[in-house]
């Protein structure tokens, strides 16, 4: 795909010179976890934790602890939890996905079926649960749950209104807002709780944080369509193959002469997957894409906005930062 529209922004990474020293406790407060585990269990456990990616929900809630007074113990206990909720929903969606790769290695479905995955799955989900207990407030407890009710819920929708036509613009941000936005959102936001910050402190990193995940979401679906599985490390075109109607594709049956959207539409209706080099074939297909990218761009901009709530300070331009990272992936997907 060329590059028809690059937003230019300063150093585009995340900040882990900032956080480098929270993220060692992270990293040994997750292997703890996995040793209050069954000796049976914990090496299944600590195959998914080993897994993941950059633990971008603890390095939200220290950040934004740290703009909101200080880093403490709690805010790297709050991002284990929620890196630990992240990664049993990884775990399900790659069953429901079929997925047999991530960052490059076989998912825990490829590796032990998808019967033990699901256990697995729900063994550390529960048990993140269970440790958001520890908290002496149970607000914090309350709004671990409501994130992972959150996700949850947004799972099921998305899976319910697969190969579903009638599913609209609104209805696919409402879904990626649950399924993706919440646990983003949770992290910043409670970590402002955490810190004593007031009510529109808090709430407006929550929309920070809801806003990143949601911009993080729509450049993930529009990476299933444009990426490299040998680049990206996991298995892609899931999305087309099961029927998930995503930005890309909603902007494209918007988009579409009549007769590419009918037989786009009949392909759908009859629950078949989705052809990429039929999609890629439909002269609308790279705007629909790009359109995509430049509404997680703007949504990203939007995000910086909630940050203007705080003092100056690293751990503010460190939040910055990671908008903007995340605006350099999305101009890598329009290449």
């Known amino acids: 795909m060329s590059l028809t529209k690059a937003h230019t922004h300063p150093k585009p990474k995340i900040p882990f010179k900032l956080v480098k020293k929270e993220l060692k406790e992270v990293e ?4 703890d976890q996995v040793h ?13 934790c080993n897994t993941s990616g950059k633990r971008i929900r603890p390095i939200l809630a220290i950040l934004a602890g740290g703009a909101t007074g200080g880093v403490t ?6 991002g284990v939890i929620l890196e630990l909720i992240h990664m049993s929903t990884l775990v399900h969606d790659d069953i429901i996905d079929g997925a047999d790769t991530r960052r490059k290695v076989p998912t825990a479905n490829a590796k032990w079926g998808n019967g033990m995955a699901v256990l697995l799955g729900d063994a550390l989900f529960s048990h993140s ?46 879904i990626i807002e649950m399924k993706t936005g919440a646990l983003f959102a949770a992290a910043t936001a ?19 944080g809801l806003k990143l995940g949601t911009a993080y979401q729509i450049y993930d679906d529009c990476l299933d369509l444009v990426g490299s599985e040998a680049q990206v490390g996991k298995t892609l075109r899931t999305d087309l193959e099961k029927g998930k ?39 609308e297909y790279e705007g629909s894409v790009e359109s995509s990218l ?31 990272y995340l605006d350099d992936l999305l101009n890598k997907c329009r290449r």
Not at 191 to 208: N, R
Not at 298 to 323: F, H, K, M, Y
């Open 245 to 283: 109607l995503t930005l890309p594709l909603l902007n494209l049956l918007e988009k579409a002469d009549p007769a590419q959207r009918e037989k786009l539409n009949k392909r759908i209706i009859e629950q078949q997957p989705l052809d990429l080099p039929v999609i890629i074939g439909i002269a």
């Open 190 to 208: 409670i970590a402002a709780s955490l810190s004593g910050a007031s009510q529109e402190t808090e709430d407006l990193l929550y929309q920070y």
């Open 36 to 48: 209050a585990f069954d000796p049976s269990v914990a090496p299944y456990v600590d195959y998914i």
């Open 294 to 324: 430049d509404t997680a761009t703007s949504i990203l901009d939007e995000a910086r906005d909630n940050l203007l709530v705080l003092e100056a300070s690293p751990w503010r331009d460190g939040l910055e930062q990671v908008t903007y």
């Open 129 to 174: 649960l269970h440790l958001a207990t520890d908290f002496d407030d149970i607000s914090i407890c309350r709004k671990v749950g409501h994130a992972s009710r959150e996700v949850c819920q947004g799972e099921v929708m998305q899976t319910q209104r697969r190969f579903d036509l009638t599913l609209t613009k609104e209805d696919y941000f409402h």
């Open 73 to 78: 113990p709690a805010h790297i206990k709050i």
């Open 28 to 31: 040994a407060q997750i292997l």
